[in-house]
């Protein structure tokens, strides 16, 4: 019981030595109630309504109690004169302690009851306090109890009142001591009023029990008031984890790369993190929340998809993909998560709980970028593997294959072993395309001009394709007036050209200009555009996408390596390459645009560099 007692004082004295909170838990809270979504806005303002009074009870205990005593002072000064009218006249002493006492209440109460801090009140009453509301009550009700000799009014009931609040106000040895004060005052006055005929025995009997119940009253109204003290620190200690918590999780979600929005069932927005703000084009303050999702003309698909899962009870299948249409006529295709949640508050019946959905939304690009981070990952493993397990028996082939050469042999089989020379040829591209891409195979970035690099390998290449028919025909080129110094690696740059070119005169038409190839300054500062355009037929969306995925091919004998290896290769030098569809009325629609670096001031210093 006594280590109970102590744990119960040792929480109690926590409660009111939790210190004040501070300006910066102020402007915390007030972010925190701007930025943050319903269920944060309602934690902020309780936590402001709490966190603004320290240890509030027992301030506003005394302020009630101060109000109490100026009322009861009014009824004390009305109450003789009420009696007198019955009674006879109230003796002057007694009506004038009636009259310091009311002056005395009304005068505290018009001084505290002001509309003070409560922040600033002390969490127990001080000495001075103590001694003008429960000192000065002891000793009025106290007077008027020997004054009111006859018995017209039961003066001793008010001494409840003090003990009362010494209980509540005090601590308990300070509530005790004043009982026990109490309790000498009651026995003292019985020799008075003993020597004006009343019995010993009956007046000692009375203050005995009197001052027993008001022992009892005190200890009762002590440990209520440890009670209450107790509560409300538990209550603060939860409510600042609260707080911590929804700091937590606002930043977590603010700080996700995935859009989280919520919505309830009347297709309403409750929450946008900045991520979902971003995909979905909203510039919707977070005060304007909750937001009819319908008011949003580019979420029509959303808010359709939304609708059928409420029907349903959980995400369509055929709504993982929606398209959202931005302000500026932009098309974005995100794909959709849901989660259902319910919630509602304390004593709501289960009919009256909420649905509420959780969407949680990302970009098909980031998608499909992570999905060729894992085709990367898959072909980094396998890569090593290739080059021992296919390089070496390849090599024996050919090598086997020369030896067949050399020997006089009937057409047929000449026909044959050219057919094998030709595979092989085919295999040692595909498997050198593989390892140019594997981790560590990086080319030595340098200075070049692009201009004069991009020519001899235009002509290498013409030189190679001089078997396909007027391949110097369909290509036709524009070049700079002068050099174009970027940095980059001879042989990428090669293999990227060679590359582009193979693709689109694969896919052109046959007449001259069917395949163009620019080279020029880009829009942006220190930027080098080397495009290769093509009049074949428009690449459709649904391969658009897949451009330059790893071992995708519109061809059954391509091994959907070539603008793959062209990407992997710009990105090591931090160049850039896109595909971009012109617009109808141009005649080479599928461009594909590489975006280098410039370095004309590396190419001046390497020129001005002084031979050896």
Not at 315 to 323: A, K, M, N, Q, Y
Not at 411 to 418: A, D, E, G, Y
């Amino acid at each position: 019981m006594g280590d109970r007692r102590r744990q119960a004082r040792s929480a109690a004295d926590a409660a009111v030595r939790m210190p004040l909170p501070s300006a910066a838990d102020d402007e915390d809270l007030e972010g925190t109630d701007q930025d943050s979504g319903g269920d944060s806005r309602f934690i902020a303002r309780e936590a402001r309504r709490l966190v603004s009074t320290h240890m509030a009870a027992l301030p506003r205990i005394l302020r009630t109690y101060v109000a109490a005593r100026a009322a009861l002072g009014v009824a004390l000064v009305l109450a003789p004169w009420v009696a007198s009218l019955t009674v006879g006249r109230a003796p002057w002493p007694l009506m004038l302690a009636c009259l310091t006492y009311a002056a005395q209440a009304l005068s505290l109460w018009l001084l505290h009851g002001g509309g003070q801090d409560e922040a600033n009140q002390p969490d127990r009453l001080a000495t001075r306090q103590w001694v003008w509301t429960i000192g000065v009550d002891l000793m009025a009700f106290s007077l008027l109890r020997l004054l009111d000799a006859p018995g017209q009014l039961n003066y001793t009931a008010l001494l409840v009142l003090p003990a009362l609040m010494s209980g509540v106000l005090t601590r308990r040895r300070v509530a005790l001591a004043t009982v026990a004060g109490i309790t000498l005052l009651l026995l003292l006055s019985v020799w008075p009023l003993a020597h004006q005929g009343g019995d010993w025995l009956v007046l000692l009997s009375q203050a005995g029990l009197t001052g027993a119940g008001l022992f009892l009253v005190t200890l009762v109204a002590s440990e209520l008031s440890q009670r209450l003290a107790r509560e409300e620190f538990s209550s603060r200690k939860s409510l600042a984890l609260a707080r911590q918590q929804t700091r937590l999780n606002r930043l977590v979600i603010e700080e996700m790369t995935d859009g989280v929005i919520v919505a309830d069932r009347e297709g309403r927005l409750r929450a946008v993190n900045p991520a979902a703000r971003q995909l979905l084009g909203l510039t919707l303050p977070n005060a304007a929340l909750p937001h009819p999702m319908s008011d949003e003309p580019g979420l029509g698909e959303l808010v359709g998809a939304l609708q059928m899962a409420y029907l349903l009870g959980n995400w369509p299948p055929d709504s993982r993909e929606v398209c959202v249409h931005g302000a500026d006529g932009d098309i974005r295709r995100l794909q959709v998560r849901a989660r259902f949640t319910r919630r509602g508050d304390v004593g709501l019946v289960e009919a009256e709980l909420e649905d509420i959905c959780v969407i949680f939304l990302e970009d098909m690009q980031t998608v499909l970028a992570r999905a060729r981070q894992d085709k990367l990952a898959a072909m980094g493993r396998v890569s090593a593997g290739i080059a021992h397990e296919i390089r070496n028996p390849l090599a024996a082939i050919a090598q086997a294959n020369d030896l067949l050469r050399e020997d006089m042999l009937p057409p047929t089989q000449q026909r044959l072993v050219n057919i094998v020379a030709a595979n092989v040829d085919r295999l040692k591209r595909i498997v050198d395309d593989v390892l140019a891409v594997t981790p560590g195979s990086t080319g030595a970035a340098s200075v070049i001009d692009a201009h004069a690099e991009a020519r001899l390998i235009v002509d290498e290449w013409l030189r190679d394709t001089a078997a396909e028919v007027q391949a110097a025909q369909r290509l036709s080129c524009v070049w700079p007036e002068q050099p174009l110094p970027v940095r980059f690696d001879v042989e990428h740059l090669r293999r990227v050209l060679v590359n582009l070119l193979d693709n689109a005169m694969r896919h052109a038409s046959a007449t001259p200009g069917a395949v163009k190839l620019s080279l020029q300054a880009g829009p942006q500062v220190d930027e080098v555009r080397l495009a290769v355009a093509s009049d074949g037929k428009p690449i459709g969306p649904d391969i658009e996408r897949y451009l330059f995925e790893p071992f995708f091919s519109t061809r059954s004998r391509g091994s959907g390596l070539g603008l793959y290896i062209c990407r992997e290769l710009c990105e090591r030098h931090a160049a850039s390459i896109e595909f971009v569809l012109a617009s109808p009325q141009a005649r080479h629609r599928n461009v594909f645009s590489v975006a280098m670096r410039s370095a004309r001031d590396g190419l001046l210093s390497s020129a001005q560099a002084p031979s050896s």
